[in-house]
């Protein structure tokens, strides 16, 4: 067996390793969410919050996907609804004041609040969210 062999079945071996590993180790009666628990994924419409999204719903969250710009937004949303998940859209840019207060109020008036919040450890946070 040859080194390109050997390294790509170390490879696939690797990726059987990680695909265990992303299992979820809880069983029904451990699990402290549910599809009542709400999960808001700022920037979700692409990337690493667009994954993120897909595996806090795959897990059986409810999932608000944000993105500045709607239309990008409600197409990544769509792409996951599609896929049977139950993923939310609402227009949130957290560096204006208007729309993390409009998004505030709606989350407010449709959930109660939320249980859970991702944002890019980029964005500058100093009160980007006021909930």
């Given at each position: 067996?040859?080194?390109?062999?050997?390294?790509?079945e170390r490879?696939?071996?690797?990726?059987?390793?990680?695909?265990?590993?992303?299992?979820?180790?809880?069983?029904?009666?451990?699990?402290?969410?549910?599809?009542?628990?709400?999960?808001?994924?700022?920037?979700?419409?692409?990337?690493?919050?667009?994954?993120?999204?897909?595996?806090?719903?795959?897990?059986?969250?409810?999932?608000?996907?944000?993105?500045?710009?709607?239309?990008?937004?409600?197409?990544?949303?769509?792409?996951?609804?599609?896929?049977?998940?139950?993923?939310?859209?609402?227009?949130?840019?957290?560096?204006?004041?208007?729309?993390?207060?409009?998004?505030?109020?709606?989350?407010?008036?449709?959930?109660?609040?939320?249980?859970?919040?991702?944002?890019?450890?980029?964005?500058?946070?100093?009160?980007?969210?006021?909930?």
């Open positions: 067996m040859g080194s390109k062999e050997r390294a790509k490879r696939e071996k690797r990726m059987q390793e990680i695909s265990l590993l992303r299992t979820i180790p809880y069983s029904d009666h451990q699990r402290w969410w549910s599809s009542e628990t709400i999960a808001v994924v700022t920037g979700a419409n692409r990337g690493i919050g667009f994954e993120i999204t897909r595996q806090l719903a795959t897990h059986g969250l409810t999932v608000i996907l944000t993105s500045r710009d709607s239309n990008v937004g409600l197409e990544a949303a769509r792409v996951l609804q599609e896929g049977g998940l139950n993923v939310v859209f609402h227009q949130l840019d957290v560096l204006d004041h208007l729309s993390r207060k409009q998004f505030s109020e709606w989350l407010q008036q449709n959930y109660g609040g939320l249980d859970i919040l991702l944002t890019r450890p980029a964005a500058p946070f100093l009160s980007c969210i006021s909930l």
